[in-house]
Nanobody, 119 residues
Framework: QVQLVESGGGLVQAGGSLRLSCAAS????????MGWYRQAPGKQRDLVAT???????NYADSVKGRFTISRDNAKNTVYLQMNSLKPEDTAVYYC?????????????WGQGTQVTVSS
């Protein structure tokens, strides 16, 4: 069983910065992808950024150049540095961990952390 615990959300003014952290614990397969998704009220959950254990990143177009995802594999922790925040970045941010063993895909989600950007 894998557990994800997020931290770092909060209220910030437009143009400000926040750093989210997500620590994974439990039975974690070394080859995996960790990432962040977000869900605004009344909208679907969307990709923000992902980072594989091998170092490959993927960003949503809306955050490219402003957000940076990183990870510490030794600590099973993923980070999301968010700069130049905009009101439209307001959402609940969810951490995600997914892996594949013998072609069986699995994933785990965190409980979510609120990010609110005021104009």
């Amino acid at each position: 069983q894998v557990q994800l615990v997020e931290s770092g959300g909060g209220l910030v003014q437009a143009g400000g910065s926040l750093r989210l952290s997500c620590a994974a614990s439990g039975s974690i397969f070394a080859i995996n992808t960790m990432g962040w998704y977000r869900q605004a009220p009344g909208k679907q959950r969307d990709l923000v950024a992902t980072l594989t254990s091998g170092g490959t990143t993927n960003y949503a177009d809306s955050v490219k150049g402003r957000f940076t995802i990183s990870r510490d594999n030794a600590k099973n922790t993923v980070y999301l540095q968010m700069n130049s925040l905009k009101p439209e970045d307001t959402a609940v941010y969810y951490c995600n961990l997914r892996w594949e063993i013998l072609k069986v895909r699995s994933e785990s989600w965190g409980q979510g952390t609120q990010v609110t950007v005021s104009s």
